[in-house]
């Protein structure tokens, strides 16, 4: 089965806190690409990064890094120094093949996180 | 760049009535379009893929005839759903691929209500 597990549903920290999201997904493809996105109570989906499977190397940008770890099929997300305008629901998500041959989207259920001033 | 448009943003509609929502690319073609649907609290789940100028490939369990997908252009596809009914409120998102790349881009959604 190709899925993705966010195990954590809702998440509270104080501003300044660091904060992970677990990522847990499940494939048979060789080759596949990781999504994180941010969905605030605007409902639009913001991409955060995309991650190629045979790229293992993690990644930051600015406050927010990525643990990749094709051990435990787990991309985790962290936020360091969170700030309350980082409040919003994140999802991660895996890139499935399809029969036709395109590329679809399987989402995880979503970590809800609250920073509060 | 790679700006997705969905239109209406929010519509409220009797029960038994269709809805047509749109989704543009605005500044790209989009070889593929796909359609979202999002309960409250709840993650996205694909409803279907959007090809130009060929049919919709749907997920399992999604009704093709309940949900009429267009993708008419190379910057446009539409998603109408008759005969709607309250169980059939919810958030819709669309989402586009450029074919440069494996990233797709949503639009903003378009809240469903039916009453």
């Known amino acids: 089965a190709q899925k993705v597990t966010q195990a954590q549903t809702e998440i509270s920290v104080v501003e300044k806190e660091d904060v992970t999201l677990d990522c847990v997904y499940e494939?048979?493809?060789?080759?596949?690409?990781l999504f994180w996105y941010k969905q605030p109570p605007s409902g639009e989906l913001v991409f955060l990064i995309r991650r190629n499977s045979f790229d293992e190397q993690n990644e930051i940008s600015g406050r927010y890094s990525w643990n990749f770890q094709k051990s435990t099929s787990s991309f985790n997300f962290t936020i360091t120094a969170s700030q309350v305008v980082d409040s919003a629901v994140y999802f991660c998500?895996?890139?499935?093949?399809?029969?036709?041959?395109?590329?679809?989207?399987?989402f995880g259920k979503g970590t809800k996180l609250t920073v509060n001033p | 760049g790679a700006v997705v448009s969905q239109h209406p943003s929010r519509v409220i509609c009797k029960s038994g009535t269709s809805v047509k929502i749109e989704c543009r690319s605005l500044?790209?073609?989009?070889?593929?379009m796909f359609w979202y649907r999002q309960f409250p609290k709840q993650s996205l789940m694909l409803m279907a893929t959007s090809n130009e100028g060929s049919k919709a490939t749907y997920e399992q369990g999604v009704e093709k005839d309940k949900f009429l997908i267009n993708h008419a252009s190379l910057t446009l596809s539409t998603l109408t759903v008759t005969s709607a009914h309250p169980e059939d409120s919810s958030f819709y998102i669309c989402?586009?691929?450029?074919?440069?790349?494996?990233?797709?881009?949503f639009g903003p959604g378009t809240r469903l209500t039916v009453t």
């Open positions: 998500a895996l890139s499935v093949l399809t029969q036709g041959g395109s590329e679809k989207l399987v």
């Open positions: 494939t048979r493809d060789t080759t596949y690409y």
């Open positions: 989402s586009a691929l450029t074919g440069r790349s494996y990233e797709q881009y």
């Open positions: 500044d790209f073609q989009a070889t593929t």
